[in-house]
């Protein structure tokens, strides 16, 4: 079955302890993609990659990083969390080209509280 | 800027028709997408329009595309329980590679 696979999908800790939120996709996408949603603000992208070793900053990168060792695998880290990036996060995958009807597929979310 | 717009909120009886508005910002967006985002779930695609058609039917699902007034809208025809969820259109932004901005969305509540 194609699917995203985000770990772990709660997860509340404390300011300054470093986490990461794995993410898999087992549909040998290239694009994969970062974001977090929050009220009224609908979902903004933090970071994404187009492929193995190549990626980007989005809109909402502070506080964040990532790396794309291997295609499949696109984790999130967190080096210092703080409140403000309690959220619901999600991951998606998608072919490289093709949007309109090959379009981003989503994992279930996971859902970070820093206190 | 690069928001897209869209109402907080509706609420239908079931059986009713739903329509859900957007407006987004950029004209030079080829795609525009309807995404359903039930509880404790991902975002799942529902339908999309192409920015050369004004209007594309999928079942019970009807999306009109004004490209003058940048608006777009989707309607649920005969709405079910069901269908209770976070809807969110998206345009993509053509930014040197095919960048996906999302709405705020909008949360459908059905009433029996």
């Known amino acids: 079955e194609a699917q995203v696979t985000q770990n772990p999908r709660y997860l509340i800790t404390v300011t300054g302890k470093k986490l990461t939120v794995t993410c898999s996709q087992n549909m040998n996408h290239e694009y994969m993609s970062w974001y977090r949603q929050d009220p009224g603000l609908g979902l903004r992208q933090i970071y994404y990659?187009?492929?193995?070793?190549?990626?980007d900053k989005g809109d909402v990168p502070e506080g964040y990083k990532v790396s794309r060792k291997e295609k499949r695998n696109f984790p999130l880290i967190l080096e210092s969390p703080s409140p403000n990036q309690t959220s619901l996060y999600f991951c998606?995958?998608?072919?490289?080209?093709?949007?309109?009807?090959?379009?981003?597929?989503f994992g279930d979310g996971t859902r970070l509280s820093i206190l | 800027g690069e928001d897209v717009e869209q109402s907080l909120f509706l609420s239908v009886r079931e059986g009713d028709s739903s329509v859900i508005n957007c407006t987004y910002t950029d004209s030079s967006s080829t795609y525009l997408y309807w995404y359903k985002q039930e509880p404790g779930a991902g975002l799942q695609l529902l339908t999309y329009?192409?920015?050369?058609?004004d209007m594309k039917q999928d079942q019970r699902l009807t999306v009109l595309l004004n490209k003058k007034d940048k608006h777009l809208s989707l309607r649920i025809a005969d709405t079910q329980t069901g269908d209770s969820a976070i809807y969110f259109c998206a345009e993509i932004m053509n930014t040197g590679f095919q960048k996906l901005v999302f709405g705020t969305g909008t949360r459908l509540l059905v009433s029996p």
């Open positions: 998606a995958s998608s072919p490289r080209t093709g949007w309109a009807n090959q379009p981003q597929h």
């Open positions: 329009i192409f920015s050369n058609m």
């Open positions: 990659s187009m492929n193995v070793e190549v990626t």
